[in-house]
């Protein structure tokens, strides 16, 4: 069974950055498209950006150009690079790999961008 630990939330002025990390528990990322998720309060979670079999990269419109999706394969750990950070940005963020049936969903770190 995989476990994801995602970390690197925390609370941040509009405009500011953060950087996610999450770490899986066994080497996946060679074999699995992975991807970062974000649910906000009373909304679905959303996929914001991934990797495509081969390691290009997809963002959501909304993200596009502020945030960057990177790995690390040797440390089984995929990044999110959050930049020129908005209030609507506001969501618990969550790792996992895009194909169906997901692994099992991590705790999530919360993202609170606000003045």
């Known amino acids: 069974q995989v476990q994801l630990v995602e970390s690197g939330g925390g609370l941040v002025q509009p405009g500011g950055s953060l950087r996610l990390s999450c770490v899986a528990s066994?080497?996946?990322?060679?074999?699995?498209?992975m991807g970062w998720y974000r649910q906000a309060p009373g909304k679905q979670r959303e996929l914001v950006a991934h990797?495509?079999?081969?390691?290009?990269?997809n963002y959501a419109n909304s993200v596009k150009g502020r945030f960057t999706i990177s790995r690390d394969n040797a440390k089984n750990t995929v990044y999110l690079q959050m930049n020129s950070l908005k209030p609507e940005d506001t969501a618990v963020y969550y790792c996992?790999?895009?194909?169906?049936?997901?692994?099992?969903w991590g705790q999530g770190t919360q993202v609170t961008v606000s003045s």
């Open positions: 990797f495509f079999s081969g390691g290009s990269t």
């Open positions: 066994g080497s996946i990322f060679n074999i699995y498209n």
């Open positions: 996992n790999r895009i194909q169906l049936p997901n692994f099992q």
